[in-house]
């Protein structure tokens, strides 16, 4: 397994916020435990705004390194940011290319990147829900641009990934499938939202109630991504892998435990393994319980690095 790490994702600085530093710090120190000596942990550098511009405006890509700058503060009713915060969105999004980029050419059948900011609500002119740049979304650019033509995304953070619903609305190249809480911020993902023209049918949401039971989860996101593997025969999924849907998670919550989070996996890894030789890039999205975050991250690689 590739593992992505770096200290650099601690100098995004959001304060007293869900989506606090003390999140990977906890992940990174549990990672050196566990992790980090039997996983190859490349190096890599930050994208190119050509990169960063697949996916995002060019006027949203000023305006964010001028809030950085300045250490704005909030710049959306969810979203902080701070003077390191240019540098650690960067270095996120360059962790997304670089993953996919080795995945691709065989050095690993699967990757984990631990980083954050996270990304999923991140639109193309802004930011939002904690999100600056849409990791998932420019790992799938990335995908595209090294020859890919069918790359699928499964999210299972607790709320719907609207930025990269959006992004791949229309795009025809990239399946999205998300299974998340609902209603529930952001208020979208409904099972009418499919996509348009070469996107149509390419966009899958389930959104689930709060009440749901564990069992009913893990039958709705194993039909689900059936389904959808099935129309697209992907040749990489990437997952959006939020962890708030842990059911004591402060922020989102629904019915999983931090084993469940492997087992989520798992089925996972039979759709890459039916489809793409195994080949799997997973990105940190959300999850703000600060003891059971990296416990259920510890989970979803032991089976992700089998």
């Known amino acids: 397994m590739l593992l992505y790490h770096s200290p650099i994702f601690a100098e995004h600085d959001t304060g007293q916020h869900p989506e606090c530093v003390e999140r990977i710090v906890r992940v990174n120190a549990m990672l050196k435990d566990n992790w980090i000596p039997k996983s190859t942990c490349p190096s890599w550098q930050a994208p190119s705004r050509d990169a960063i511009e697949k996916v995002h405006q060019a006027a949203y890509y000023d305006q964010l390194k001028v809030w950085c700058d300045q250490a704005a503060g909030r710049i959306e009713?969810?979203?902080?940011?701070?003077?390191?915060?240019?540098?650690a969105a960067h270095m996120a999004a360059g962790a997304s290319i670089d993953a996919v980029q080795r995945v691709l050419r065989g050095e690993d059948k699967t990757a984990f990147c631990a980083v954050r900011p996270p990304g999923h609500h991140a639109l193309p002119d802004g930011p939002m829900g904690f999100c600056l740049f849409n990791n998932v979304a420019i790992a799938a650019?990335?995908?595209?641009?090294?020859?890919?033509?069918?790359?699928?995304?499964?999210?299972?953070?607790?709320?719907?990934?609207?930025?990269?619903?959006?992004?791949?609305?229309?795009?025809?190249?990239?399946?999205?499938?998300?299974?998340?809480?609902?209603?529930?911020?952001?208020?979208?993902?409904?099972?009418?939202?499919?996509?348009?023209?070469?996107?149509?049918?390419?966009i899958a949401n389930d959104p689930v109630h709060a009440?749901?039971?564990?069992?009913?989860?893990?039958?709705?996101?194993?039909?689900?991504?059936?389904?959808?593997?099935?129309?697209?025969?992907?040749?990489?999924i990437l997952i959006s892998a939020?962890?708030?849907?842990?059911?004591?998670?402060?922020?989102?919550?629904?019915?999983?435990t931090d084993e469940d989070f492997g087992t989520l996996t798992q089925h996972v890894q039979q759709i890459a393994n039916s489809y793409c030789g195994g080949k799997i890039v997973s990105l940190l999205e959300g999850g703000y319980n600060l003891d059971h975050l990296p416990t259920s991250v510890d989970q979803h690689l032991a089976q992700l690095s089998q």
């Open 77 to 87: 009713s969810d979203t902080v940011v701070s003077n390191g915060s240019w540098q």
């Open 141 to 202: 650019h990335a995908a595209i641009a090294e020859g890919l033509h069918r790359v699928m995304i499964i999210d299972w953070d607790v709320h719907h990934g609207n930025g990269t619903q959006d992004i791949f609305w229309e795009d025809g190249r990239v399946a999205f499938y998300s299974i998340h809480r609902s209603p529930f911020y952001p208020g979208t993902g409904s099972t009418s939202e499919t996509g348009s023209l070469a996107g149509l049918g390419l």
């Open 211 to 236: 009440s749901i039971s564990w069992q009913k989860f893990e039958e709705r996101f194993v039909a689900g991504i059936e389904a959808l593997a099935k129309k697209v025969q992907p040749e990489l």
């Open 242 to 256: 939020g962890f708030d849907a842990h059911r004591v998670d402060p922020v989102g919550s629904l019915c999983l």
